[in-house]
């Protein structure tokens, strides 16, 4: 496969400027694909990735902001279905396609030598597409524009710093706020949102 990416950058001054980028990428089986199941028939997956953003620098401070589309081909998945004749739960290998659209947010402040604090927030729809089968019993199953699996619709991190000995001694919290998601496709099952505090320090 033949991955490829192009982008075209633009600066309005020193400090200021526009970007975008597109980029075409796969993935290949891997051996664990086939050692599974005899019968595997792997698709190589493919990616298509997209971003335009604005970015500004400064002593004081530091603004991204992107938008980005994101499209996966024959994304696969496992559907388990109860064999009525043999009374088992047989695995069987589906694909389908993703699409996401997102904004993200980043910024650095640095009001003196001594603090900074910086902060990342994430928008986007991660939703499923052609998400479709049919079980055993001929039921159709419909599962297109579901949520991804394990993918918030939003995130934060906000990440405040301080600086000691003339930045010999870095002390720094990392909060984060995830929000919900789902841990199956038919979104039955929801992980409800959580937030995380790590502290951490560095002696240079």
Known sequence: KLG?????????????????????ASR??????Y????????DTQTMDL?????????????VY????????????????????ETGASVSEARYADTQTFGLELETVIRPTTWFDLAGTVTFQEPKYKGLTYTDASGKLNDYDGNQ?????????RVVPGVNLFNGALRLQAAIEHQGKRYVDTANSVRLPSYEAVNLSGRWQ
Not at 50 to 62: A, N, R, W, Y
């Open 4 to 24: 490829w990416t192009v982008g075209v950058n633009y600066q309005f001054d020193d400090r200021m400027g526009m970007f975008a980028r597109y980029t075409a």
């Open 50 to 62: 997209g971003e335009v953003g604005f970015k500004f620098s400064s002593p004081l401070v530091d």
């Open 35 to 42: 050692i599974t199941n005899a019968a595997a028939k792997p």
């Open 65 to 84: 902001a992107t938008g980005f589309w994101t499209k996966y081909n024959n994304v696969g998945f496992s559907n388990y279905r109860f064999d009525l």
């Open 148 to 156: 991804l699996i394990r993918v918030p619709k939003f995130s934060l």
């Open 28 to 33: 290949m089986p891997s051996l664990g694909n």
